[in-house]
């Protein structure tokens, strides 16, 4: 099955800096790769999300990159605030296998101001 | 947006009996609904995808005798924990694929239901 890694599992920058979450996948044949940002208690919000067509999508202060070739795929958050701070997980999914998500281990981000 | 509800968001129980926890899509019809384990400082396991009007499909591992899944209509979806014991206690949180968000890919998480098992 597919195997999603996420590195680090612990990030901390100080505001105003830019942060970079990376993950890999095994399956090529995964098309869908959102990112999910998680408070501490609360549920997973979708931040972004890329399909395999796409090398890179940007929403305000954050953008996604996504490498086919090399099954890698890079969250940036730009500008960081303290309110960034939380747990990120990347996740990889196949369309026509069910869409389940699989994901990473998560990077729990600390933004200090 | 895209809003999907759980209730109850916290449950204590007494080992042995069951707890139902159900799953709603409050404003898109969900074909698909997943139901996923978190325990703390990690990430979120797959347990099971639950398709509208057919049985679910459980991840290994997963006993589908203790977790009965049910889901029947395009928003609802439920998850009855059997016979729960200590090491059922978890957060357990579903999700809900919009089929009409980005080709059918999307999905939103609910709340999480916090579960203690005494």
């Known amino acids: 099955g597919e195997n999603v890694e996420q590195h680090p599992s612990t990030l901390s920058v100080q505001e105003g800096d830019s942060a970079v979450i990376k993950c890999t996948y095994s399956d090529s044949a995964s098309n869908y790769f959102p990112w999910y940002k998680q408070e501490l208690g609360k549920r997973p919000q979708l931040i972004i999300d890329i399909r395999s067509n796409v090398g890179e999508k940007k929403d305000q202060r954050i953008a996604v990159t996504l490498n086919k070739t090399a099954k890698h795929f890079s969250l940036h958050i730009t500008e960081t605030q303290p309110e960034d701070s939380a747990v990120y997980f990347c996740a990889a999914s196949i369309g026509n296998s069910g869409y389940a998500l699989n994901f990473g281990k998560g990077t729990s981000l600390l933004v200090t101001p | 947006g895209a809003v999907v509800s759980q209730h109850p968001s916290w449950v204590i129980c007494k080992s042995g009996t069951s707890v139902k926890i159900e799953c709603r899509s409050l404003?898109?019809?969900?074909?698909?609904m997943f139901w996923y384990r978190q325990f703390p400082k990690q990430s979120l396991m797959l347990m099971a995808t639950?398709?509208?009007?057919?049985?679910?499909?459980?991840e290994q591992g997963v006993e589908k005798d203790k977790f009965l899944i049910n889901h029947a209509s395009l928003t609802l979806s439920t998850l009855t924990v059997t016979s729960a014991h200590p090491e059922d206690s978890s957060f357990y949180i579903c999700s809900a694929r919009d089929r009409v968000g980005f080709q059918g890919h999307t999905q939103y998480f609910g709340p999480g239901t916090r579960l203690t098992v005494l």
């Open positions: 639950s398709n509208e009007g057919s049985k679910a499909t459980y």
């Open positions: 404003d898109f019809q969900a074909t698909t």
